[in-house]
């Protein structure tokens, strides 16, 4: 199955968004796991900073008579101003000798009665301690008499984060540049969609017209019925196989179906007589160029198909009409259609005369080569009769031309490549 470039470029865009992810919650899990050093600290109760990198408050909430004595409600926060997270912390609160833990929150606690003291460690929603932060826990004490903490212990390790936060930020603006680039892509890929689609309507609209010429010129030549679509077909193979671009491609091929145009300007007796041409009928036949020239003169936007309409029957050696143009002053696209022109006419039965064998077409189109034809075109179509894509061409009009009455053009008539539809 064939995986079409904006499929590919999705699915790379998406891989490069879940590499990012999962790179920055990598790293997200390093900075909560890579312990720098542990922490030892008592820490002043009185809000004084005793310490460069914690500092910590008690208040008293309330404090009531019981039938043992007191009851204490204490509020504890721990502030944490250092460039560190600390991991894994207890806190220790020493209590008097006559004191006992009722109940605590915030944090778990147990009571040591041997050191004489509350050991606070966190819960599961505050393990860290993230630098310009604080956390907030408390208890209840029973005792003889009224007391307040004046310090505690506090014990930890330190994580440091700061190149992992960097890398984060680096991650971060990758994603915020991958998500403007990601938009500007699907944006870029609609635009592109939509023009395609212009086009191809443009193409529907141009192949309307075309199709009114041919059908005019198939109603007065039923002999060469099929006869431009061919040598369309096979200017644009010649071109592709030049290395000319799509665009010079297409246009070759509607300068192949519109090179006959200026036909339809023939009378009919002059253009079906079976006979020898006079002088006079020879110069009707001819002026045909002029009048495609003509005709064609306001398709401009088709860059080359008038000028091919024009002189597709100048001759190399500068003998041939309208204007005797020599050599590579011929238009391109008139000197390729020239040689396809031949070869069909060659190819084709006329009503003067049976078409000719293979090696006869050989024979006579390598006989004009540097004469009637461009050599460098020559050997091309020589090519394309060696290698049987001319008769892939006459298999595929076969059908239009016996059913003539079905014989009509459509975009699909004009492959991908020269129609610049690929996907």
């Not at 246009?251 to 079906?272: Q, R």
């Not at 001319?390 to 020269?418: Q, S, W």
Request: proline share 2%; net charge negative.
């Amino acid at each position: 199955m064939k995986i079409s470039k904006t499929t590919k470029l999705v699915t790379v865009f998406l891989s490069l968004f879940v590499i990012l992810v999962v790179a920055y919650y990598t790293l997200e899990i390093v900075a909560r796991n890579y312990v720098s050093s542990a922490y030892d600290e008592t820490v002043s109760l009185t809000g004084t900073r005793l310490s460069d990198e914690f500092y910590s408050s008690v208040s008293r909430a309330a404090t009531w008579k019981s039938v043992s004595g007191y009851s204490s409600q204490f509020d504890f926060e721990i502030y944490n101003t250092g460039k560190s997270n600390l991991s894994n912390w207890v806190v220790k609160v020493n209590l008097p000798s006559d004191a006992t833990l009722e109940n605590y929150w915030g944090s778990e606690a147990v009571y040591d009665s041997e050191r004489q003291c509350v050991l606070l460690r966190p819960t599961y929603y505050n393990n860290i301690i993230y630098s310009g932060e604080n956390i907030a826990f408390g208890i209840i004490v029973n005792s003889d008499e009224v007391f307040t903490p004046t310090e505690i212990n506090i014990k930890g390790y330190k994580i440091s984060s700061e190149m992992t936060d960097i890398a984060k930020k680096v991650i971060l603006i990758l994603l915020m540049v991958w998500f403007i680039v990601f938009v500007g892509l699907l944006v870029t890929r609609v635009n592109v969609r939509n023009y395609k689609e212009r086009q191809r309507n443009d193409v529907k609209i141009i192949l309307q017209s075309m199709n009114t010429f041919i059908n005019f010129i198939d109603a007065k030549d039923p002999y060469t019925r099929g006869h431009s679509r061919r040598v369309a077909m096979y200017a644009a193979e010649i071109a592709k196989r030049m290395g000319l671009s799509e665009d010079e491609i297409q246009n070759i091929y509607y300068a192949g179906l519109l090179h006959d145009a200026g036909k339809i300007s023939v009378p009919d007796a002059v253009l079906n007589k079976p006979g020898k041409l006079t002088d006079e009928e020879r110069k009707l036949i001819q002026n045909h160029t002029v009048a495609g020239g003509k005709m064609l003169l306001q398709l401009s936007s088709l860059r080359g198909v008038r000028e091919t309409a024009l002189y597709h029957h100048e001759r190399y050696d500068g003998t041939g009409y309208p204007d005797g143009l020599k050599g590579d002053i011929i238009p391109l696209y008139a000197r390729i259609v020239g040689v396809a022109d031949s070869y069909d006419a060659m190819s084709s039965n006329r009503v003067y005369r049976r078409h000719l064998n293979k090696d006869e077409i050989i024979e006579e189109i390598q006989k004009g080569s540097g004469t009637q034809f461009d050599p460098s075109i020559v050997k091309y179509m020589v090519d394309m009769i060696n290698d049987g894509y001319v008769n892939v061409v006459k298999m595929e009009t076969a059908e239009a031309d016996e059913n003539h009455e079905r014989f009509h053009l459509t975009e699909d008539d004009i492959p991908g490549v020269y129609m610049g539809f690929q996907q």
